[in-house]
């Protein structure tokens, strides 16, 4: 089974991630920010993981701190949990709708960090939740995991659905990068590597 489970400890967040890829889509998500875990529950939910998330912080002083170290240990676990990248087929993409609202994400496991964040109207702050840091969740993940990936909206207009499109798009972008393709020997690489 490709699993694991990653822990950060620091003065400022004390955040546990554990996370199956071959799971159903099951998640218990214990955030202080309740848009934020109602939004990792759809990365959950449409990509077939199976994750549990715990975390605290100084949300007292902002949620910058959670949000950002939130994408560290996210991005941590998914790399850990696929190891080698043996066997898996790389990329993945996917364009999901909710009402007005699509959105696309493609995705390259392939071991070199690049954001592309394409995404507007979706800046403000949803109950106490500014919505702004989620781009910087993102960035935070995509350097830990060492992942290429593009997040793109086509078009929206409610932030909630905008950045739901976006979480349930990586979630199956996701999903396909990291599945094993029996036809794959080794990594998905002319270089051998990734």
């Known amino acids: 089974m490709r699993k694991a489970t990653v ?3 620091t003065k400022e967040t004390e955040i546990t991630v554990s996370i199956n890829l071959d799971g159903r889509g099951n998640y218990k998500i214990d955030t202080p920010f309740p848009f934020l875990s109602h939004m990792l529950s759809a990365f959950s939910k449409h990509g077939f993981f199976d994750v549990e998330i715990k975390a605290k912080g100084d949300i007292e002083i ?6 950002e170290d939130l994408g560290i240990v996210l991005g941590e676990v998914l790399a850990k949990a696929w190891g080698d990248k ?17 959105s696309e994400v493609t995705v390259d496991l392939s071991g070199r960090p690049f954001l592309v964040y394409n995404v507007k109207n979706a ?9 702004g840091l989620i781009e910087h969740f993102f960035r935070s993940l995509v350097d830990q995991c060492k992942i290429n990936l593009h997040i793109n909206l086509r078009y929206g207009k409610d932030q909630h659905h905008i ?3 976006i979480f349930k798009a990586f979630g199956r ?16 690489s002319t270089k051998g590597s990734l």
Do not use: N
């Open 86 to 102: 043996s066997g898996i087929r790389r990329f993945g993409t996917a364009l999901i709708p909710l009402d007005e609202a699509l």
């Open 7 to 9: 822990s950060r400890k």
């Open 173 to 188: 972008a996701l999903d396909q990068a990291t599945q094993i393709d029996p036809r794959q020997s080794g990594v998905a």
């Open 62 to 67: 902002d949620e910058h701190h959670t949000v």
């Open 123 to 131: 800046r403000k702050k949803i109950k106490d939740f500014d919505c």
């Open 163 to 165: 950045l739901e499109t």
